[in-house]
């Protein structure tokens, strides 16, 4: 091999990893996920307005069976959360919806 080889095969290695490695990101991209479903959310209008972090799940029980609020705990039925807020004599109410807040008359 010819030394004037050699030096063509090295500028072509040299050229295609200079040329694959690209830039570093723009300044005005996300360099996460969290950051780009947070830029998401703010765009859309679904981010908190005191820009503070989510509490998570609110209530306790399942997630997708969760129609009747008794505190924090969740129920599917209206008739098994007015069983655990305990009324007694008492009439039980059921206030809104998504998941409904259960309580006893006043």
């Known amino acids: 091999m010819s030394l004037r080889t050699i030096s063509l095969s090295l500028a072509l290695v040299v050229s295609l990893a200079l040329g694959c490695g690209g830039g570093p990101p723009r300044s005005d991209e996300?360099?996460?996920?969290?950051?780009?479903?947070r830029?998401?959310?703010e765009a859309s209008?679904?981010?908190?307005?005191n820009g503070g972090k989510w509490?998570?799940?609110r209530y306790t029980g399942d997630r997708n069976e969760c129609y009747f609020v008794v505190g924090r705990h969740c129920f599917k039925t209206e008739v098994a959360a007015c069983t655990a807020a305990k009324c007694g004599k008492k009439k039980c109410e059921t206030t809104g919806g998504g998941?409904?807040?259960v309580a006893c008359a006043k």
């Not at 209008?45 to 307005?49: M, S």
């Open 30 to 37: 996300p360099t996460t996920a969290k950051e780009k479903q």
């Open 39 to 41: 830029r998401e959310a």
């Open 45 to 49: 209008g679904e981010a908190d307005a």
């Open 55 to 57: 509490g998570g799940w």
């Open 99 to 101: 998941p409904a807040t």
